[in-house]
């Protein structure tokens, strides 16, 4: 049961707290498992987050037909679906709090985000850097659909849909909130509304995460990831075989730290109290008195000491089909509610709204 309609008093405790709450808005594409660039990009600040505001949370299946490579995968898309929500939940978001939607089960959603392009240019969206990013790193020349230019507005639809407050994301999703703020001023002023609601955006502790490869960016596309759902196997294949520093050719060769994914990785997800572990390994690899494999195992350790209270919690969820289920349909059908609370008063704004006080 939704938990507004709640009868219990542990409901209607929830219901009054959060009244007052601001709210989150964030979510993930469904094309595919999430990763550690995903973690430190967002989802820790969910987790951190989630006491303090009321969270929603997407899964972007939608916006996972924008890509050519996944327009022709509906299996993709979907057990992406599965896979995303299992991985939310498995880092820790409490299901008791915060709210999972299926954005393709939204219509007023999409019906939001038609309105909204109206009140953008063309130009204004081909500018922006994320899109222009995204076509160089998919390799998608100039065959994309008018779905993928239309990606941002869809985002914007969703963040505005609940009157998000905050949009925990890595650092590439910036200017998609800044073009969500400039259509929600154009479309108040010129409507004299408050309909809409600007957000902010909140960048994780590391704002982007490179990939195994070295890439600037850890990204399914160029299969340089250590999913959230690797195994200890999978990780210590991943980690012994990661790209270091190129010019180091012997193991007293001086090495470099800087831009090393394999220091990087250390830095973000080692254990407090092991921190100054890695600052003597820093040492002696920058002396070239330790060898990559060394250095590369300690890693293998840290990760899978982070990854496996995750993969934990995730065999839990498991073995528990039919809750994960309830989790997104019961979510899915309160954020419908607020979708179309949001459109109500957009179409007022509007004057169309012919058959609604
Ligand atoms: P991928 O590039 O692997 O396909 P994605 O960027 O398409 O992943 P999204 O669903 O767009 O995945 O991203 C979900 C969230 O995770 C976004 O807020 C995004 O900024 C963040 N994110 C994704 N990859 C990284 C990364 N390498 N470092 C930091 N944040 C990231
Ligand atoms: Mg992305």
Same mark, same amino acid.
């Given at each position: 049961?939704?938990?507004?309609?709640?009868?219990g008093?542990?409901?209607?405790?929830?219901?009054?707290?959060?009244?007052?709450?601001?709210?989150?808005?964030?979510?993930?594409?469904?094309?595919?498992?999430?990763?550690?660039?995903?973690?430190?990009?967002?989802?820790?600040?969910?987790?951190?987050?989630?006491?303090?505001?009321?969270?929603?949370?997407?899964?972007?299946?939608?916006?996972a037909?924008?890509?050519?490579?996944?327009?022709?995968?509906?299996?993709?898309?979907?057990?992406?679906?599965?896979e995303?929500?299992?991985?939310?939940?498995?880092?820790?978001?409490?299901?008791e709090?915060?709210?999972? /939607?299926?954005?393709?089960?939204?219509p007023?959603?999409?019906?939001?985000?038609?309105?909204l392009?109206?009140?953008?240019?063309?130009?204004?969206?081909?500018r922006n850097?994320?899109l222009?990013?995204?076509?160089?790193d998919?390799?998608?020349?100039?065959?994309?659909s008018?779905? /993928?230019?239309?990606?941002?507005v869809?985002?914007?639809?969703?963040?505005?849909?609940?009157?998000?407050?905050?949009?925990?994301?890595g650092?590439?999703?910036?200017?998609?909130?800044?073009?969500?703020?400039?259509?929600?001023?154009?479309?108040?002023?010129?409507?004299?509304?408050?309909a809409?609601?600007?957000?902010?955006g909140?960048?994780?502790?590391?704002?982007?995460?490179?990939?195994?490869?070295?890439?600037?960016?850890?990204?399914?596309?160029?299969?340089?990831?250590?999913?959230?759902?690797?195994?200890?196997?999978?990780?210590?294949?991943?980690?012994?075989?990661?790209?270091?520093?190129?010019?180091?050719?012997?193991?007293?060769?001086?090495?470099?730290?800087?831009?090393?994914?394999v220091?990087i990785?250390?830095?973000?997800?080692?254990k407090?109290?092991?921190?100054?572990?890695?600052?003597?390994?820093?040492?002696?690899?920058?002396?070239?008195?330790?060898?990559?494999?060394?250095?590369?195992?300690?890693l293998?350790?840290?990760?899978?000491?982070?990854?496996?209270?995750?993969r934990?919690?995730?065999?839990?969820?498991?073995?528990?089909?039919?809750?994960?289920?309830?989790?997104?349909?019961e979510?899915t059908?309160?954020?419908?509610?607020?979708a179309?609370?949001?459109?109500?008063?957009?179409?007022?704004?509007?004057?169309?709204?012919?058959?609604?006080?």
């Amino acid at each position: 049961m939704p938990k507004e309609q709640g009868k219990g008093m542990q409901d209607m405790v929830y219901l009054e707290e959060t009244k007052f709450m601001k709210r989150i808005l964030t979510g993930d594409n469904t094309t595919g498992k999430l990763h550690l660039g995903h973690y430190v990009g967002s989802l820790e600040n969910r987790v951190k987050l989630q006491d303090e505001y009321e969270t929603f949370i997407l899964l972007a299946d939608l916006h996972a037909f924008a890509y050519p490579k996944y327009v022709d995968q509906p299996e993709v898309v979907s057990q992406s679906s599965r896979e995303v929500l299992l991985d939310n939940l498995s880092v820790g978001l409490d299901p008791e709090k915060v709210t999972f /939607f299926a954005e393709s089960a939204i219509p007023e959603l999409y019906e939001l985000a038609s309105i909204l392009t109206m009140q953008v240019s063309l130009p204004r969206v081909l500018r922006n850097p994320t899109l222009k990013e995204e076509i160089k790193d998919k390799g998608l020349g100039d065959n994309y659909s008018l779905g /993928f230019v239309y990606f941002p507005v869809l985002q914007a639809a969703d963040i505005l849909c609940v009157k998000a407050d905050l949009v925990p994301v890595g650092e590439d999703q910036l200017p998609h909130i800044e073009l969500t703020n400039e259509i929600v001023r154009r479309f108040n002023q010129v409507y004299k509304a408050d309909a809409l609601k600007e957000a902010k955006g909140m960048v994780g502790r590391v704002k982007r995460l490179v990939g195994t490869d070295g890439n600037a960016k850890m990204t399914k596309s160029l299969d340089n990831t250590i999913y959230l759902s690797d195994s200890a196997e999978e990780v210590q294949k991943k980690v012994m075989s990661m790209y270091t520093d190129p010019t180091r050719l012997k193991v007293t060769d001086p090495g470099h730290i800087e831009g090393n994914p394999v220091f990087i990785y250390l830095d973000a997800f080692v254990k407090e109290e092991d921190k100054n572990k890695i600052q003597e390994y820093k040492q002696r690899y920058e002396r070239g008195t330790v060898g990559d494999v060394e250095v590369k195992r300690f890693l293998v350790e840290v990760l899978n000491e982070f990854l496996e209270p995750i993969r934990q919690k995730r065999r839990e969820y498991e073995t528990q089909p039919e809750l994960v289920d309830k989790i997104l349909k019961e979510g899915t059908e309160k954020v419908r509610e607020e979708a179309k609370k949001t459109l109500e008063e957009v179409k007022k704004a509007m004057k169309i709204n012919y058959f609604n006080d």
